[in-house]
């Protein structure tokens, strides 16, 4: 089984900044791709940022040039810094991971618990 354990969110002003961290656990033999989705109230939920195995990234378009995702392969763990933030970024945020699993070689989706971000204007 593989855990992510997510932590860093919280309560910022408009403008402030939060790094969010996705640690993935258990019975990994490789993570391929690793990203961020959140969700606001009455919204769908929308893929944020995503890094690739190979570290290549793509961003959603109202986080660009604001937000950087990258990964600690030897941590096994996913970051998202969030700067210049805005209200429209309140949300819950989910860290997802793409696992290949250590005993059959299974690909699998696995996600973190949620962590919830709110920037106060």
């Known amino acids: 089984q593989v855990q992510l354990v997510e932590s860093g969110g919280g309560l910022v002003q408009a403008g402030g900044s939060l790094r969010l961290s996705c640690a993935a656990s258990?019975?990994?033999?490789?993570?391929?791709?690793m990203g961020w989705y959140r969700q606001a109230p009455g919204n769908q939920r929308e893929l944020v940022a995503v890094?690739?195995?190979?570290?290549?990234?793509n961003y959603e378009d109202s986080v660009k040039g604001r937000f950087t995702i990258s990964r600690d392969n030897a941590k096994n763990t996913v970051y998202l810094q969030m700067n210049s933030l805005k209200p429209e970024d309140t949300a819950v945020y989910y860290c997802?991971?793409?696992?290949?699993?250590?005993?059959?070689?299974?690909?699998?989706?696995?996600w973190g618990q949620g962590t919830q971000v709110t920037v106060s204007s």
């Open positions: 997802y991971a793409e696992v290949v699993g250590a005993y059959y070689g299974i690909t699998s989706r696995y």
């Open positions: 890094i690739t195995g190979g570290s290549s990234t």
């Open positions: 258990g019975s990994i033999f490789r993570l391929n791709a």
